[in-house]
């Protein structure tokens, strides 16, 4: 009978785990603790020590479960398109910026880099509530534009924002033709800093200029920090001018605007620890 019961907590237990669920691990212990006791009343000695090592592993098993269910899913996937020349991977400042503010609120935010990463699925979004698309610049508006097709085809229904500094380039009525024209009506441009927190429903959060990025970059897969790293990057500081030279792209005809020294520290001593530990002899 004793033999018949662990047989029977071990099936619950194998049960409950294909279900991720981590108490299957509890019910292994249980029947460690059953089988301990039938070899140990035969005086199979060595066997009832296999037992014990058994329940030390569970118990560890059950923990390591417990950390892992705990984490908080993906709020935010905030994407970078490959450039339309080709894959050239950098650290993506602008995306960082967004990062570091809803990071400020709690969200938990993934960054996908396709000059690192070739394709994308369902899979990379982890079923984040909201999928962001940056554009450093004009020519990765097409680019932008058909990862969002694709993920629409993939079968993602999150709702898309797209943000970067061209995005303030075009119009609003501008924007609004382009995504019809790509069936994309129910996706949002980010066109200024302040109307981040307001599409995405979040209350004063904190500008660009108050905060640290140094949570984002700690954020960040290893396999980017060691791509990122390994050559140069760049560092925000300011933004803004009081000229209006036409071929430039500067947020322009406004005075230069600084970082918060306060935030700023932190920011260079993370990114000088990556550096040490990514660069190799560079």
């Known amino acids: 009978k004793a033999?018949?019961?662990?047989g029977l907590i071990f099936l619950v237990g194998i049960w409950l785990l294909a279900r991720n669920y981590p108490s299957g691990y509890i019910f292994f212990i249980v029947m460690n603790i059953g089988a301990f006791g039938l070899v140990y009343y035969q005086e199979l000695?060595?066997?009832a020590v296999l037992q014990?090592?058994?329940i030390l592993f569970s118990l560890d098993a059950f923990f390591?479960?417990?950390k892992t269910k705990k984490t908080k899913p993906v709020d935010v996937v905030l994407i970078q398109p490959k450039a339309r020349w080709g894959k050239h991977p950098y650290l993506p400042t602008g995306l960082l910026a967004v990062a570091a503010r809803l990071m400020y609120f709690g969200k938990v935010v993934k960054i996908i880099d396709l000059n690192v990463q070739d394709?994308?699925?369902?899979?990379?979004?982890?079923?984040?509530e909201w999928v962001g698309i940056g554009m450093l610049g004009a020519p990765y508006i097409p680019q932008a534009l058909k990862l969002a097709i694709l993920l629409r085809h993939l079968g993602a229904e999150q709702p898309i924002f797209f943000g970067g500094p061209v995005a303030g380039k075009i119009s609003e009525q501008g924007w609004q033709r382009l995504l019809k024209k790509h069936s994309l009506v129910n996706a949002l441009v980010i066109r200024k800093e302040e109307e981040l927190g307001s599409n995405l429903g979040i209350k004063n959060l904190p500008s660009i200029f108050d905060i640290s990025m140094a949570p984002a970059i700690k954020a960040l897969s290893p396999k980017l920090l060691e791509v990122y790293?390994?050559?140069e990057f760049c560092i925000f500081t300011s933004d803004g001018c009081i000229y209006n030279c036409t071929f430039c792209s500067a947020n322009k005809g406004m005075k230069e605007r600084f970082?918060?020294?306060d935030a700023f520290p932190e920011e260079i001593r993370t990114i000088a620890s990556m550096v040490r530990?990514?660069?190799g002899k560079n």
């Open 277 to 279: 530990r990514y660069s």
């Open 45 to 47: 000695y060595l066997l």
């Open 52 to 54: 014990v090592l058994s």
């Open 64 to 66: 390591q479960a417990i």
């Open 259 to 261: 970082r918060n020294l």
């Open 229 to 231: 790293f390994r050559k």
């Open 119 to 128: 394709e994308i699925s369902l899979e990379d979004l982890e079923n984040a």
């Open 3 to 6: 033999g018949f019961m662990t």
